[in-house]
C-alpha cells in the first residue's frame, strides 16, 4: 500500500462520514493512486461526502479535462450542494466542507509544502491560497480556472438553490441554471419524436441535450453517405463489445448515431414494424396498454405512407414519409422468384402485422433522394414553436436527485469537456439516450444495481438491474459473386459513380439514395413454426469480409440473415463514474444454443437462396463462407468468426411491473422508485422485435408522447381484432 493510501485507510477508519479533498498537484491526473484509493475508502467507509479534486499541472487535455469536471463536482456535489453552510465555504471559492459545523478538509501530496500529515477537523486552506501558491510557482491552474464556468455555482451559492420546489422558478432563465417543464437527453429517434410531441402542447416548455454535432454534413442526408457515416467518430459511437466466448473471443465495432437525430442519422433507413406477437408479448408481460391493437394507433400517428397499403394499418397523415422502393435491379427480382421456388411466397406487405412471412422489397425512410431522420422530420420542425431549446455538444454527465426525485441533468461540453453547465426540469427528465447510453447515465446518476453502484461509488438512488437484459441481433452474411451483370460494387466506382450522382442531381433514381438493403426475406428456421423467427435481408452489393464497410472489388451479391428474438441477454454496464468513458458493452452473442441453432438453419437457407434455379444467370460461385463449408461445425464456425451487430440494441431499462424484477421502468415507462424520471428509448422494449428496431422506438415515443402530457390513449383502429 503507497503512502496516500496508507494514509487515507487510516483516516477513513477513524471518522465514518467526512469530506475528502485531495489535490494532487503536478502528478495528479487519471493514473494517480489518490483518486482510486479515496473511492474504495468511500465504499468501505460509507463516506458520502468523499470526494476526489486532482488538479493537474499537466497541459494534456485529457487530464485537464478530467481535473476541471472533477472540481466542478465538488462545487456542485448534490449532497453537498444542499448544505447551506457548504455553500457558504463555497462562494468564496473556498470549497471548506463543514459537517455539522466541523470543518473536514484533509490533504494528500506534498508539492505545496502547505502541510501533510493534517489531523482530520483541522481546516488546511482555503483554495484561493492554493490558487496563488500554484500561480506562484508557474503552475497556470488560473488558466484552467476561467476555463470553468463558475457562473451556475455562484448563483446557487447565493442562495437560489434549485430544488424541486417552488425556488426552481428563480432560477436565471437565461443562462445556466435554465429551467424547463422537460429535460429530454438525447436527440435520437425517441429524443426527437418527444421534442415535436411535446411542443405541440402550447406553453410547453422542453430542453433537449444532445452529445454529438448538429447533422448538418451532407452524408447523413445522401443515403448512401451511411457508409461514410458509419465510420466517422464525431458523429458516431465507436463502441466496440467486450470479448464474445460464442464468437470466439472477439470485439465486435457496435457503432451508434451521435448527432441530431442519433442513430436515425445514420441508420438504414428500413421501415419495419414486427409481428403482432411481439407487442401482445410485450402486454402479456403485465405492461398495460402495449399490446398490438393498443401500439397500432402509435404507429400510424408517425406514419406519413406514400404509396399503397392498407389504411387500416398504415397512416397517411403523419410526418414520417414511409416510401417504397424506386431503384430496381434484375438480381433482386431473381432472389425473389428464387425464393419462391423454395416456397417462400412474396409478401407486399410485411409490416401488416399479421402476416409478416413472405419475400419482398423492403419499405424505406427515403424520399425525394433524402433520408428522413428523426431529426429532419420531427426534431427541427418543432424548432419553430419556439418551445424548444437544443443544445448540441452537450454530454449529460449526470441527472440530478432531489432525495428521489429527478430535478435536473448536469452536462459538460462534449467538444472542449471544461464547462459545466445544468439544467432544471420542472415537471420531468426523460433519458432517450439509446440504449447503451441510457443505461451508462442511469447508472452513474444512482440507478442501478446496488453492486455495481458500490463498485462505481455512486450513491445508490434507486437499486434497479439497469443495464441487464440487453440484447441485440447478430447478423451474418452469406455472400456470393455475380455474373453477366453490373451491381452495386461496380455501380458505386469511377464513372458509374459519376452518372449515379447525375441521376441522384437530376431527381431520378440512383443507387445515392438506396437503403444498404433492397430486398426482406421472412422465414421459419423450422417448418414446423407458424410465423417466421428469422430475418433476411438481400442486396446486389457485396461487403469485403461480409462487414459492412468497403465494396468487394468484384460483382458481388449478399444475403444476410439473423434470428429474430435472441434467447442471449447480455449486460451494458458503466466502467466508470466518467462521462467520457465508454460503457461495457456484452451481448453475450450466440450464447443460447436456440439462438446458434437458429442460425444455423438461416445461413443454410440464406445460401439454398442463393443457388436457386431463378438466380442461375447471375450466380458466379459462393464467396463467403465459400464452397468448402458444408457442415454444422464449420457453418457455426463461420458465423463466431464472422457475424456482427445488426445495430438493434434493445432491453436495458426493461418495462414492467414493479412485481417484475428484471424490470426498470413501469409501463407508464416511469423509473421505478423515483419520481420525475422516464426512460424513453430503444432501452425499454422488453423484448426483442422481430424486426430492425427505429419504428417500434418512434412509436415508444409517441406513446409516451401522451402518457407524459396526462392524455387519454389513442382509441384502436377499428376493424383489427384484439
Ligand atoms: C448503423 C445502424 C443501422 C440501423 N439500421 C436500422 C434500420 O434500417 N431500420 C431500423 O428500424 N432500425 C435501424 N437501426 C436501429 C435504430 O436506428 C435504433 O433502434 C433507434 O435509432 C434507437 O433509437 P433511440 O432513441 O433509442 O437511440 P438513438 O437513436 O441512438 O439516439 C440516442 C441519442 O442520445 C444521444 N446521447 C447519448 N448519450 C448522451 C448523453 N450522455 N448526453 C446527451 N446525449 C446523449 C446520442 O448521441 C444519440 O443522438 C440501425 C441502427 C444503427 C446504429
Keep these: 500500500m503507497g503512502a496516500v493510501e496508507a494514509e487515507i485507510e487510516m483516516i477513513g477508519q477513524s471518522l465514518d462520514r467526512f469530506v475528502m479533498i485531495d489535490i494532487g498537484i503536478g502528478v495528479a491526473g487519471p493514473d494517480d493512486n489518490a483518486g482510486p484509493a479515496i473511492f474504495s475508502t468511500r465504499r468501505q467507509h460509507r463516506c458520502r461526502e468523499a470526494v476526489a479534486l486532482l488538479v493537474s499541472q499537466s497541459q494534456e487535455q485529457g487530464h485537464l479535462a478530467l481535473d476541471m469536471r472533477l472540481l466542478a463536482d465538488v462545487l456542485l456535489d448534490k449532497d453537498v450542494a444542499e448544505r447551506p453552510e457548504t455553500f457558504a465555504g463555497a462562494l468564496a471559492l473556498t470549497p471548506v466542507m463543514f459537517l455539522d459545523g466541523v470543518p473536514h478538509l484533509l490533504r494528500f501530496g506534498h508539492r505545496l509544502g502547505l502541510g501533510h500529515n493534517t489531523e482530520p477537523g483541522q481546516i488546511v486552506w482555503r483554495i484561493a491560497d492554493v490558487f496563488h501558491a500554484g500561480s506562484g510557482s508557474g503552475c497556470p491552474w488560473r488558466a484552467y480556472c476561467a476555463w470553468t464556468d463558475f457562473r451556475h455555482q455562484l448563483r446557487m451559492e447565493s442562495g437560489r438553490k434549485a430544488t424541486e420546489s417552488g425556488e426552481v422558478e428563480e432560477q436565471d432563465k437565461n443562462n445556466d441554471g435554465d429551467i424547463f417543464d422537460y429535460v429530454i437527453v438525447g436527440s435520437g429517434a425517441a429524443g426527437s419524436v418527444l421534442c415535436r410531441r411535446l411542443t405541440e402542447q402550447p406553453g410547453v416548455t422542453v430542453c433537449v441535450l444532445e452529445c454529438g454535432p448538429p447533422d448538418r454534413h451532407p452524408y447523413i442526408h445522401i443515403p448512401a453517405g451511411f457508409i461514410k457515416m458509419l465510420f466517422n467518430p464525431k458523429f458516431t459511437w465507436q463502441f466496440q463489445t467486450e470479448p464474445g466466448e460464442g464468437i470466439n473471443g472477439r470485439r465486435i465495432p457496435t457503432t451508434q448515431g451521435r448527432t441530431l437525430g442519433g442513430s436515425s442519422s445514420i441508420n438504414g433507413m428500413i421501415y419495419n414494424r414486427g409481428q403482432r406477437a411481439d407487442f401482445d408479448s410485450w402486454a402479456q ?94 426534431l427541427h420542425p418543432a424548432r419553430a414553436s419556439g418551445q424548444l431549446d437544443v443544445r448540441t455538444d452537450a454530454r449529460a454527465s449526470r441527472i440530478l436527485f432531489d432525495g428521489t426525485r429527478a430535478k435536473g441533468v448536469r452536462y459538460v461540453d462534449d467538444l472542449g469537456r471544461t464547462t459545466i453547465r445544468t439544467v432544471f426540469a420542472r415537471k420531468e427528465v426523460i433519458v432517450s439516450s439509446g440504449t447503451a447510453n441510457s443505461a451508462k447515465l442511469l447508472q452513474i446518476s444512482g440507478v442501478g444495481p446496488e453492486a455495481l453502484l458500490s463498485e462505481l461509488g455512486v450513491p445508490v438512488v434507486a437499486d434497479l438491474p439497469v443495464g441487464e437484459n440487453f440484447r441485440d441481433h447478430y447478423a451474418v452474411r452469406i455472400v456470393a459473386r455475380v455474373k453477366n451483370i453490373r451491381t452495386i460494387n461496380e455501380m458505386s466506382k469511377g464513372f458509374g459513380l459519376a452518372g449515379q450522382i447525375a441521376r441522384w442531381a437530376l431527381g431520378r433514381p440512383s443507387i445515392l439514395a438506396l437503403s444498404p438493403s433492397l430486398v426482406h426475406w421472412f422465414w421459419k428456421s423450422e417448418d414446423t413454426m407458424q410465423q417466421p423467427d428469422l430475418q433476411g435481408v438481400f442486396s446486389p452489393a457485396s461487403y469485403k469480409q461480409g462487414f459492412v464497410g468497403l465494396l468487394d472489388d468484384y460483382p458481388g451479391m449478399t444475403a444476410g440473415v439473423w434470428q429474430h428474438r435472441p434467447e442471449s441477454i447480455g449486460y451494458v454496464r458503466a466502467r466508470s463514474t466518467d462521462p467520457f468513458e465508454d460503457p461495457a458493452i456484452q451481448p453475450n ?47 457455426m464456425g463461420y458465423a463466431r468468426q464472422y457475424g456482427s451487430t445488426a445495430y438493434h440494441l434493445i432491453g ?46 418512434m412509436m415508444i415515443a409517441e406513446k409516451a408522447s401522451d402518457m407524459i402530457l396526462g392524455r387519454q390513449p389513442l382509441a384502436p383502429v377499428e376493424g383489427i381484432a384484439a
Excluded at 464452397?627 to 457453418?635: A, I, L, R
Aim: overall charge negative.
Design 285 to 378: 408481460r403485465g405492461n398495460r396498454g402495449w399490446g398490438y391493437v393498443d401500439v397500432l394507433p402509435y404507429f400510424k400517428r408517425t406514419e406519413r405512407r406514400i404509396g399503397v397499403a392498407d389504411d387500416r394499418i398504415h397512416g397517411r397523415e403523419g410526418n414520417l414519409p414511409v416510401t417504397d422502393m424506386d431503384w430496381f435491379h434484375p438480381v433482386c427480382d431473381a432472389f425473389m422468384d428464387g425464393a419462391q421456388e423454395l416456397g417462400i411466397p412474396r409478401c407486399e406487405d410485411y409490416n401488416s402485422g399479421d402476416r409478416q412471412a413472405g419475400v419482398g422489397y423492403f419499405q424505406r425512410l427515403i424520399n425525394r433522394g433524402y433520408r428522413h431522420s428523426a431529426a429532419r422530420v420531427f
Design 652 to 697: 436495458t431499462a426493461r418495462m414492467g411491473p414493479v412485481s417484475d424484477r428484471t424490470s426498470v421502468v413501469s409501463d407508464e415507462l416511469l423509473v421505478h422508485g423515483v419520481q420525475g424520471l422516464r426512460v424513453v428509448d430503444a432501452s425499454v422494449m422488453p423484448s426483442m422485435p422481430s424486426a430492425n428496431t427505429y419504428s417500434s422506438t
Design 589 to 635: 452473442y450466440l450464447k443460447d444454443p436456440i439462438d446458434r441453432r437458429t442460425l444455423l438453419n438461416g445461413m443454410k437457407l440464406a445460401r439454398k437462396l442463393l443457388h436457386t434455379q431463378a438466380l442461375a444467370e447471375y450466380f458466379d460461385g459462393d464467396e463467403l463462407p465459400g464452397p468448402d463449408v458444408h457442415t454444422d461445425d464449420e457453418w
